[in-house]
Structure formats: structure tokens, C-alpha cells
């Protein structure tokens, strides 16, 4: 099999660690246990090499070979090919995750960025706007929360379903509001983060870019 070469950015602010989207193929290739390596590229200078491969100047890709894959999503389900830990083989199993993973990126992600984007950027003000916003996030939350409450993982086993679902409810939970009025999501937070993949995966993330604060204080 190809090497993998997961890459993300050299540094970020302290705000984001910990949630930056290499995160999730991290944790998905500990789950897997993967070899893969780790890449970089600027955060402050993004240029036309970069976006060759992420075309919007973000980060993660994961070069796999002679392919290279972007979209946080895109990468979840090209590991899932490699490795039945992270996608189930059977036809159903295989339908719900893909159905899941999609579901945690376009129903739920895309409802709680626009509160984390508004709560930055609107400086947290109330007003009809942000109401909107929230009652939107609120109505998906509410939908996850009853289906969670009669579940462990969202398919049959833990997949990669549960990596892209579980972080971006660690990303409402940190930056749009959180999970108090949703124990049954919080719990699955709790239960997902617990793995020792995910905790690889995260204390990795912590250490790039602390040891890039130190590669700059010099
Ligand atoms: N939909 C993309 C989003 C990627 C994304 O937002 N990446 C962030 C890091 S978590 C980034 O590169 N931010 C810098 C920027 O947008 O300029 C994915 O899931 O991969």
C-alpha cells in the first residue's frame, strides 16, 4: 500500500487547536492504525502550490501516492476504502455511514458554522439574524439528540460516521453555543473523544503546533 502524507498548516493560532479538520483523518488512521506521516505548508503565505491540491487555500489534504484528496469528508471516505475499522463492507452498513458522514458535514456542520461564524464575527449580538441561526442549529440538534438517545454509534459500529458527526459537534459545543441542552449528543461527544484514537490523534495535533511556537520563538 502508498504512504499517506496527511497536510495541514506549519502554524495556527491558539484558538483553533485542537479542532483543525487534519483532526479527522488523524483520528481515523489511528483508528485504522495507518502509518502516515505529516506535511506542512504556510498558514501565512498561501499560494498557487496550495491551492493546487486544497483549492480554496485551506487545510487538510492527504496525499496517498500518486493521489492526493481533499475536503475533510472526501478524505474520511478515502480512508474508509482502505480499512473496514472505519467502513462497514456489508451494503447496508456501508450506506448508512456514507449517508451519516455526509449528514454530519451538509445538515449539521453547515448548521452550526453560520452561529460560529455570527458569534465572532456579529460579536455574539442578538438580533434576528442570530435567532434565525440558532433556531436552525437548535432543530438539528433536537433531530440528533433524539436519535442518539437509543444509540451508541450512528451505524452498527463506530465508523467514520462518528469521527466527521462527533467533531462537528465538538465544534458547537466549544464555539457555537455548546451541548448543555443536548446530554444525549454530549454523551456521544464523551464517548467518541474517549478512544485512544482520538486521544492520539488530538495530543498530536496539540504538539504540531506547539512545537511551531517554539520553532518560531527560535
Ligand atoms: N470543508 C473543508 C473545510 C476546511 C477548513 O475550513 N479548514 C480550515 C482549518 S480547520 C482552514 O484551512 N482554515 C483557513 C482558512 O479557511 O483560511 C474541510 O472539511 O476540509
Redesign the pocket.
Known sequence: MSALKLM??DW?PEA?RG??????ARWAMEEAGLDYRIGTVP?QE?GAEHRAY?P??????LIDGDVSI??????LLHLGERSEALLPRDRKGRADTLSWVIAA?NSI?TAVLPVLVQGIFGGGEPGPGREKLESIQRMRLNDMERILSGREWLVERFSIADIAMADAFRVADRFAGGLADYPACRDYVRRATARPAFAKAHAHQLAHFAAADSARAG
Open positions: 495541514t498548516f495556527v483553533p479542532y483543525v479538520r487534519d483532526l479527522r498558514f498561501r486544497q480554496f487555500g485551506q487545510v487538510p489534504w481533499f475536503e475533510s469528508g472526501a478524505i458535514l456542520e
